[in-house]
């Protein structure tokens, strides 16, 4: 099963803190990019089907060991909130769902209460997220499906995910990879990017490229290497300006040099954890917490 996602999600940055066991091993990024040998466009445009497999899985494995505390991050705490989070952050980032839904889910803690709420009044709270119309009629009408056809509780099989208003194959997978266990493949725009940076397809197509990089892993891993994947395009390998010269995958990236390759120039463009900047989670899993990174402000502070 391979999930597809097309919001952006959000980030983070350093605190103090203690470390965990294996994030205390860890050599800063700059660090790691300073003592490896970088050649440009390393790969070979006629690489074989077996180097390519051998190439992307060194690259996840590289990336398991830079973050270490990976997470989906949309705040949930269930697989209702989960739904509705997914559902909003079409459009926007993951930071302003995560500053959205606590008002959300304090007003309308369960399908029953969101399925009886005033639209009105939900498109006020969903104001900042942008679409705000549209979002209220579909996170009212999921939760009125959820209690007419479901009893009240999330499905946890795909045919009957896509059923639920607003819900399509995307939201449904991301639910089912992340609330239920079940592996799923995230291709929202920063994996696209980097995938196609990587050369690990030259497809468009959101669904040719589930299939393409789903068919170098193991099922095992499709859903933390999409974690991964997507931490690292928003913390290092940016859309605009990647900092090639920090990035601990340089010497197997066929795109270096498209950044910033000086390592002092490219620490500067670190963002989040690594680069001094609060992440999307205000609540986030301990893990990322005890590495360093600081949890994002409410809706409205600062």
Known sequence: M????????GEQNPAGGKKTAKAAKKVPVKAV???RPVKANPVKKSESRTSLVRRARRINRELAEVYPYAHPELDFENPFQLVVATV?????????VNQTTPGLFAKYPTPEDL?????EEVEEILRPTGFFRAKTKSVTGLSKALVEQFGGEVPGRL??????PGVGRKTAFVVLGNAF???????????QRLVRRWQ???????????AAVGALFPKSEWTMLSHRVIFHGRRICHARKPACGACPIAPLCPAYGEGETDPEKAQKLLK???GGFPGQRLKPPQAYLDAGGKPAPPLGAG
């Open 2 to 9: 391979v999930v597809r996602r097309d919001s952006a999600v």
């Open 33 to 35: 990019a300073a003592a």
């Open 88 to 96: 909003l952050s079409a459009q926007t980032t993951d930071l302003r």
């Open 115 to 119: 399925a009886a709420a005033n639209p």
């Open 159 to 164: 045919e009957d995910l896509v059923k639920l």
């Open 181 to 191: 266990g079940r592996p799923g493949i995230t291709v929202d725009t920063h994996f």
């Open 200 to 210: 690990w397809t030259d497809a468009t197509d959101p669904d040719k490229i589930e």
């Open 272 to 274: 989040y954890e690594k």
